[in-house]
């Protein structure tokens, strides 16, 4: 069985600010990925950045990176620079090799403020 | 190359009425999947597929029924809708099972159900 938590229901963030959304995960498996995806107010689903368990550097895409701390189960997104349109829902998501199946934590709203 | 697409995009049922929501992908991805979204409970997976006429159960499959005939279309059948499963459904594909933990999952634009 695999699981993922995401603590935030919500932030709020200045413009231009960074920010770090919280992910832990738990997983028998010991070779998985963790992803992170947005999903505006429109609804569709936007990949931003991928880490996998057997990776010695945390991945960057941009403006993501991801603060993968692998003894305390955890894949936190930070997202440096904020922009209004950063404001969305962000899901973290887990894929063991044994499970065949993505499991995503409930979400984060983040807000950006001007 | 249109990636993953469904149809419809919106749909109002009755209590009891059946129907298929559509899903097909262009990049000849051998696994596929539908998940739904409910408010405050993310995604959760009803049925996945690993390829052409193997199908799976996910975490929330009942009421619903998949077929994988080919490797591009991969439709969900509501047998007899009830109002739980009003919600937003996803198609998503990624390449293949070898590369399940490395490969990122591409999630059609999403249909809304409503079931009154």
């Known amino acids: 069985a695999q699981k993922i938590t995401q603590t935030q229901p919500g932030m709020f963030v200045q413009e231009k600010e960074a920010v770090t959304l919280d992910c832990t995960y738990d997983t028998s498996d010991q070779s998985y990925g963790l992803f992170w995806y947005k999903q505006p107010s429109s609804g569709e689903m936007i990949f931003l950045i991928y880490q996998g368990s057997y990776d010695e550097q945390n991945a960057t895409e941009g403006r993501y990176s991801l603060n993968f701390q692998k003894a305390r189960k955890s894949a936190n997104l930070v997202i440096s620079a904020s922009q209004l349109g950063d404001s969305a829902m962000y899901f973290c998501a887990i894929w063991g090799a044994g499970s065949y199946q993505l499991t995503f934590g409930k979400g984060t709203k983040l807000s950006v403020i001007p | 190359n249109a990636g993953v697409t469904q149809t419809p995009k919106f749909q109002v049922l009755k209590t009891g009425q059946s129907m298929t929501l559509q899903c097909a992908q262009d990049?000849?991805?051998?696994?596929m999947s539908w998940y739904r979204q409910d408010p405050g409970m993310g995604l959760r997976l009803i049925h996945y597929?690993?390829?052409?006429?193997?199908?799976d159960q996910g975490e929330v499959p009942n009421g619903y029924n998949v077929s994988r005939s080919t490797t591009e279309d991969f439709p969900l059948r509501l047998l007899s809708a009830a109002p739980s499963q009003t919600s937003v459904y996803f198609c998503?594909?990624?390449?293949?099972?070898?590369?399940?933990?490395?490969?990122?999952?591409?999630f059609g634009p999403g249909t809304r159900l409503t079931v009154l």
């Open positions: 990049m000849n991805h051998e696994y």
């Open positions: 998503a594909s990624t390449r293949g099972l070898a590369g399940g933990p490395t490969d990122t999952q591409y």
């Open positions: 597929s690993v390829g052409a006429g193997i199908t």
